[in-house]
């Protein structure tokens, strides 16, 4: 079997998971001057239970390398009953990770509330 990219977002204001919320799936690929190039793979949304219903990536999609998810914090708080600011604090928050082991399953929970966000490689 082979490997996979899975995420859950936690909203640590109210306690529950972040429904609704935008995520923006990235690959980051080394240029000719040693840059990184950014490129789109996905845009998906968190379900009821702050998951996305399938894999981000899976068995051949998932490969050695870098990646970044940008997770849409700002706009998601915009719409819940809680105060923030205009401009949001925090609005899309980037967590870069490389995946070495593509047999692996690799999952980045994000716990947010509108000023802080923590995260981890989780199981």
């Known amino acids: 079997m ?12 109210h306690g529950c ?5 935008l995520i923006d799936l990235w690959r980051l690929e080394p240029t000719e001057t040693q840059d990184m190039q950014r490129v789109h793979l996905k845009t998906v949304r968190t379900n009821a239970d702050g998951r996305v219903d399938e894999s981000l ?11 970044e998810l940008v997770f849409a914090v700002g706009a998601y708080f915009n719409a819940q009953p809680v105060t923030t600011t205009l401009p949001p604090f925090l609005d899309g928050v980037p967590v870069r990770f490389g995946i ?4 692996a399953h690799y999952h980045i929970p994000l716990l947010i509330s509108p000023w802080a966000y923590s995260t981890y490689r989780g199981t």
């Not at 990536?57 to 990646?67: C, F, H, K, Q, S």
């Not at 070495?100 to 047999?103: C, E, K, L, R």
């Open 2 to 13: 082979g490997g996979r990219l899975t995420t859950h977002v936690l909203d640590t204001v």
């Open 17 to 21: 998971p972040a429904a609704g919320m």
């Open 57 to 67: 990536l899976a068995d051949e999609e998932l490969t050695a390398g870098v990646y």
């Open 100 to 103: 070495a082991d593509p047999t």
